[in-house]
Every structure is written in C-alpha cells, then in structure tokens.
C-alpha cells in the first residue's frame, strides 16, 4: 500500500509541477475570467449597441412619428430626418456616415411603401427591426380603417396561455426541469471533458514511461496493478485540483458582481429548487464514469510501445464517449425516448444517461441501483483484465495496433 | 543458499523461450550469462524479478520466493535504458530509490555518495536527457544499486560505455561482490565476463548449452590455442593432423588444436634452421567456446 502513495504522489506532484499543466489551468483560468466578464467584453468590441444612426427621407409623417415612437425605446437605431435629396443621402450612407437609408411613402390607400438603402443587406439586423416596426404599423392602420375595436385589437396579439398541470404528484415542475436540464447538461459537459482530457492524461503517461523503458525498473519495484490504479488515481486528484482551482476562481469573481443583483431572482436562477440528491448522483457518475474510461485509458496505454501510435488505439474510446455524449445531448430533450432508458443500462453510456434520467424524469429506485450496480461490475471487470493486459502490455514492444496486441499481453501474464 | 533457478521454463505460447534451467548461484558470487541475442537471457532475468511468471520450476533466493514485497534486496540494471528522459536525476533517482523501500533522506544521502564515487556531482539537478549516453547509463546504474540490494542483476551494464567508464562501473561492481552483493551480469563481450566471473552459462536458444565454473569449461574444452611467429613457410600446417583451424598472420600463423600433445608433434615438426620468433601456446578464451557451442547449435 506504501508503494501505492509513492506512485501516486510521483504522479500528482510531476505532472502539478510541470509547465504544460501550470500553462493550461493558466488558459483556463483566463476563460473564467472572459466569461465572468462577458458583458463587458461585448461591449468593448461591439459597436451595434451604440446604435446606428438610419436616414429618412420623411414622404409620410403619420407613419413617420408612429415609426419613430415605436422606435424611441430602441436603442439599437436611431432615426435621423433627412432634408436633402436621395442621390446625397445615398452618398452619406456610402461614405459610412449613416448606416442606411430608408425612403419612407405611403401608398394610394396610406399604407407604408418603403425603400432602404444600405451598403450591404446581407445580414442586417436595422433593416429586419424596420421592417418588423412598419409591419405592425401597416396591421394597424389596417384594422383601424376597418373599425375593428381597440379591445379586440389588444387580445388579438395576446398568445394563448397553457397553464400545465402534472397528475404525477412527484412529477417535475416547469421550473424544475429548466434548471434541472441546466445542470445535466453542465455535468454531462464536463464529464466528457474530463474523459477527454484526462484520459489522455493518463494513457499519455503511461505510454511515456514504457516507450523511456523506465517501466521495467518501476513494475520490478511495484506491481503493475499497483502502478496502474495509482496512475488512475492520481490523475484523478490532478483533474480534482485543476477543475477546484476554476471553480474557485470563477466564484471569487462571480460573487462580487451579484451584489447589485436581487436574491429573489437568484433564488430563481439558482438551485433552491433542485434536491441535493440531484448533486449526489451527479458526483457518483461522475466518478464512475472516470474510473470506467480511465481503467480503459491506462489499459490502452500500456500496450503501445510509442506515444505516437496510441492516438490509434484511443480512437474506439473516444468513439464511445462521444456517442454517449450525443445520445445524452439527444436525451436533454427527449428523456422518455426508449434509446435514453436502454441506454441509461449500457455501462459506458449510463453515467450520462442514467444521470440524466434521474435529473429529468422520475427514476424508480431500483433502476437507478441496477444501473449503478452494472456499472460498479463492469468497472471491476475491467479493471481485473485491465491489470492482466497491463502486467503483460507493459512488457511488450513492438509495432501496436491491433486488437491482437491485448490477446498477446494477455498470454504474457498468464498464470500457469 | 543464494539464488536458486529449478527447472525453470517459460513458453510464449507455441513458442519455448527458455527450456528447463537449473542455476545454483552462491551469494557473494559473480555469475555471468551470456548468450546470443533472443537467447533468452532478458526471459530470464525477468523472471528472476517476477515481471512475468515461468511456465514451470521455482526460483528462490535464500530459500524464500521472489515477489514485489521482497523487491527492496533485489537490484536491476535493464538492458535498455530505463529512465525518465525529462526528470532531474535527482528526482528520478529518489522516487526510484523510495520505490525500493527507501527513507526520501536516505536516498538523497546515497545519491549524493554515488555520484562522487562516480565523479559525476554536478548533474545532481539535471534532466536525464540532458546527459550523455555514458553519464545516463552511470544514473541507470546508480539507480539500480542505490538501495544497497543483495542480489543485483545488471543486463548489458557496459553497453554505451567509453573504456574509462567501464573500469569504473568495474571497479563499483567489484567493491559491491567484495561488501557481499550477490551478482549476475549479461555482457555480449567475452572478455568481460571472463574477466570478471569464476562461474557461468552460456545459452542458446533458450538452453544452457555450456554451464559451469570457468576454470572447469576451459579444462573440459581441452581444445588449445597455439601462436606461431617464424620467417618460414607455414601453409602445411593447415593439413597437419590435430589442428583444428589454421588462420594465417602476417609473420605466421595462429591455430586450434585438438590437444597439448600435438603442440609438441609441430614444433618438433619446425626445421632446425627456422627462426622461431615466436611459439606460445595459450588456454582457449571464452570467446572461442562460445563461438563453437553457439555456432554447433546455430541452424
């Protein structure tokens, strides 16, 4: 068991000390920073919300002063009356001193009819508010010389409003569901982060000490099994540390900004409602879901000779880690699809689904313990072979790409 | 009761790398192993350390069974260079050392002892990679031995080695027989072992094909060397009965005979009138016996 420490703080302490480390939680935290800061940097870089100034060349006053005052609380356009020909106005606009034109007419029944000049109308979002603006204008001025009711006016552009009410007395609120879906798909992301990264990590390592050969001094000194789950785990305290280490910094720069913001809408937004049950599974999944990946990682790591060639052997990993994120991404919307309930079983899907399902529907209990269990065994499962192919892995070299290879460190470690 | 190997034997599937081996090694002792390449020394060492388990047969040393929890009285030298190439020595030793069961105190102590035996102190905080072929095989070294083992299995040591550096790994390997280490070596260079060790085995494809006590091998060969230096002409040697090889030099010849006897029938066999610079007769070198007892069985 001393071994076992040894290993494991050799892990932890090298790689916390390295550059790569220290340079990317640097990068990371920077992220946190920018998006903790987002609005700000919108702004900075954001020249739409001063808004743009739009010429008119006034033809139609009644439209006119009705545009201009369903416009007054925007503030992304503003209008600007304009006295001078449109040749000249067209000129101004080419010469970005405004950011259209609008020729404003009404037509033979005093409707709208409208031109709009502007140096490109690809992707305009001033001329679609005008256009949106003057629409509803032109519906007005439709009803109104039809003598259509102000009452009825009004409740015409009422939306139908559906009260729902779940039977199952159990069942998910509305509100619930948001904020539950919120914080699926947040651990699901960063499950799958973790998974890819880390991973990584690991099979890197362990690539890295068998292609050096320094493996054969370190296994004659440990058991491999030792030296695999130490691998695993201290991988685990690094990832710990570094997604610690964001979380930190990202509350130390969230909370100062949520002073001038009222509790009760944090009340709402935040995760008075969820059960902390919620946050319980979320971090047994989680766990498993690593443990899972990493015992297979560091499997696939001990049977490549050369870091070069185990991005090859990875790649069914990978695969399945990002159909299970997909599968998940598609369960955010659609919990009760029969793919999401047979996959919440599958052991290398369940730690997103089953977590999913928990978050989103209601789980009877026992599935949730079925699903947990198939896990747990798989996991032994995998990692009782894994440390077979490893203490045989280890040992080999040569070119490894195949699934050959695991059948052949298999007969190496046998027991006779 | 140092290291015992009884019948020990290990197939890789439909493949024998080592047949049946039996090997009495007494502690304090120097025993050598040499063999072609695949012959199955590696196989072997690795079983020793139990880094794979032998098909059949036991090894004990001192009576007790080798595993991970014994791993502190062992010491092992791989023939490839097993180090992290971008840890400082220092670091790299020290987990190395603790992982031998090792105190984090007492291994820099012994570091630091061994890299001035060595003459090395300066690269104390350097990266491995950093290091020249021969100072990383010195850290190989160091770490193999760091932590004071009984039995010490050193692969190919001198391998990378300039000649200065091999006197001194010599001369470290010597003190540590001298302080009661039990060691075994694998060296493709006859002249090391033969140097170095009062017994040992020479394998071939995975058997012993020649085991025993130096001094014993040369006497049982009985074959000898004979070195003739003289202005005359020699070329009927070649055809005289006895001699095994004839190889022409320079200023004379150099031969194999079948025994001492026929040393005598060729020299009396010399006209009177030759001058003779030269005739010495020599013991067989290892070289020689592993060149034959290899190259009998090298189909």
Partial sequence: MNKFFIVLGHTYWTRLKSKAFMITTAILLLLVLAVANVDSIIKMFDS???????????????????????????????????EKGLAEG????????????????????????VKYYAKSIATDTTQNTLESNLKEIKDRLLIESAGVDEAVLLALNEPVHIEKHALDKTSKTDEELDIARAIVYVMIFVLYMAILIYG?????????EKSSRVMEVLISSASPVTHMFAKIIGIALLG???????IIAGIALIIPRLKGIDSAFLQEIGIGGVSPFLFLYGLLFFLLGYLLYATIAAMFGSLVSRVEDLQQLLMPMFILIIIAFFIAMFGLNLPEAKIITISSFIPFFSPMIMFLRIGMLEVPLWEVVISIAILVITIIILGVLGARIYRGGVLMYGPSRSLKDIKNAFSLSKKE | ???????????????????????????????????GNGAGKTTTFRMILGLIDSTSGTITWKGKSLNHQTSHLIGYLPEERGLYPNLKVKEQLTYLGRLRGMSK????????KWLNKFEIPQYLNKKVEELSKGNQQKIQFISSVLHDPELLILDEPFSGLDPLNIEMLKKAIYNLKTSGTTIIFSSHQMSHVEEMCENLCILQKGRAVVQGNLADIKRAYGKKNLVIHANANLNYLEKFPGVVTYKPLRNGCELQIENEDISKQIFSSLSSEQFIRKFELEEPTLNDIFIEKVGAHYE
């Fill in chain 1, 48 to 82: 739409d919300l001063e808004g743009k100034e739009v010429l008119v060349i006034n033809e139609a006053p009644t439209i006119y002063s009705e545009l201009s005052t369903n416009l007054s609380s925007n503030p992304t356009i503003k209008l600007v009356e304009y």
């Fill in chain 1, 90 to 113: 067209k000129a101004a606009v080419e010469k970005d001193e405004y950011a259209a034109l609008l020729l404003l007419e009404e037509d033979i029944h005093a409707l709208p009819q």
């Fill in chain 1, 200 to 208: 990584q990590m690991i099979a890197t390592d362990i690539a890295t």
């Fill in chain 1, 240 to 246: 710990m540390t570094q997604v610690a280490l964001i």
């Fill in chain 2, 1 to 35: 009761m140092g290291l015992k190997l009884n019948k020990i034997s290990k197939d890789f599937g439909k493949f024998t790398a080592v047949h049946p081996l039996t090997l009495d090694v007494p502690t304090q002792e120097m025993y050598g192993f040499l063999g």
């Fill in chain 2, 105 to 112: 105190q007492n291994a820099e102590n012994e570091i630091n």
